[in-house]
């Protein structure tokens, strides 16, 4: 008896040991080292948005005079001026104020620009703001494509003032039609 005993207290002390080292908790970073460089790596800065190529365009100083009065107008500068800072923020929170905020931007149009072709460029502003928005809330969009959404908000806004530039250009010439 005292040997089976002993053997029953040796398989029972090497189930316990077993069960010990096995269920021994392990201690793992929260985010593993590969995904914590990923996400560092997907990570929108302002160096990024500087490497971005497009042609950027200045109000005019005619054009500067017309749209003095328009308040949404100079607010769209100052976010894409916080934009090229690779702040988003203005593009990830509340849809309904971005909302709003664009109606007002088009509906609040000096009557000097009221014209079909600046009408276009803020339409396509719109669209590309939107998609910008759509694309900076998503947790899992490639770095890749956000950076080719702000390009066409940066493109589509310096689009918008160049037309307006033109448009106002295009009434200051004073062509006379020979009689």
Known sequence: MPGLLNRVFLLSATICLILLVGCKPKSEPLEPSGQQETAQSLKITEKDIAEISYTEYALSDTSEDVTRDWVKFHELNAQI??????DLSFFKDDKAILEGFLTDLINELPEQ?????????LT????????LEGSAILEKEEKEDLLNNIKDVLISHTNLIFQINKKLEKEAQKIEKPS
């Open 113 to 121: 620009l009221n014209d079909t072709s600046i009408i276009v460029r």
């Open 81 to 86: 001026e916080v934009l090229k800072r690779a």
């Open 124 to 131: 396509a502003l719109k669209t590309s703001i939107y998609k």
